[in-house]
T-cell receptor, first 115, second 110 residues
């Protein structure tokens, strides 16, 4: 099993550009989520999904869009990149929402720099 | 902002010394999970605590969940260089939102 796969591993964008971070899991997990990690800030939840066709906002959703057309894929779109979005992005999945005693499985992360 | 407060932010210890990180919440948690992130890596699940006052052990690691389910701790006995990394706690605040603490970065000097 590949687990959670994120692409790309690294990305440099110019301010105003848009792009999509890809996330795919092969564990048939219903719950998927996106976090960003900044120094001293821990992991902050951007968006999450409890199943195909269902998404909701986390604590820092502004500037990001998500969709969940299949169980396997949960892409994160940056609409107009800003330097404040420079961060490491992690996608995570679990068989049930974490509050239902299900651990999160993380991808290897995407390191994004916006200049 | 952060709903789960974690201290200390950094800890430097000599190999063989003990280490503890603390996680505090202003509201009751239904459960708490702990994760470890090695330098340059991704968070990896360590353990979950659910019951009030629960204590779980994994070799040299001891995890506790407070009686009021508002705080938790991770204690490492006799640290080794392989313990280097950042330790995160994470707890649930509403049905599907799971928030992480800011993490404690542990450095172990050989």
């Amino acid at each position: 099993n590949a687990g959670v796969t994120q692409t790309p591993k690294f990305q440099v964008l110019k301010t105003g550009q848009s792009m999509t971070l890809q996330c795919a899991q092969d564990m048939n997990h219903e719950y998927m989520s996106w976090y960003r990690q900044d120094p001293g800030m821990g992991l902050r939840l951007i968006h999450y999904s409890v199943g195909a066709g269902i998404t909701d906002q986390g604590e820092v959703p502004n500037g990001y869009n998500v969709s969940r057309s299949t169980t396997e894929d949960f892409p994160l779109r940056l609409l107009s990149a800003a330097p404040s979005q420079t961060s490491v992005y992690f996608c995570a999945s679990s068989s049930k929402p974490p509050g239902q005693n299900s651990p999160l499985h993380f991808g290897n992360g995407t390191r994004l720099t916006v200049t | 902002g952060q709903q789960v407060m974690q201290i200390p932010q950094y800890q430097h210890v000599q190999e063989g010394e003990d280490f503890t990180t603390y996680c505090n919440s202003s509201t009751t948690l239904s459960n708490i999970q702990w994760y470890k992130q090695r330098p340059g890596g991704h968070p990896v699940f360590l353990i979950q605590l659910v019951k009030s006052g629960e204590v779980k052990k994994q070799k040299r690691l001891t995890f506790q969940f407070g009686e009021a389910k508002k705080n938790s701790s991770l204690h490492i006995t006799a640290t080794q260089t392989t313990d280097v990394g950042t330790y995160f706690c994470a707890g649930r605040y509403n049905f599907n939102k799971f928030y992480f603490g800011s993490g404690t970065k542990l450095n172990v000097k050989p």
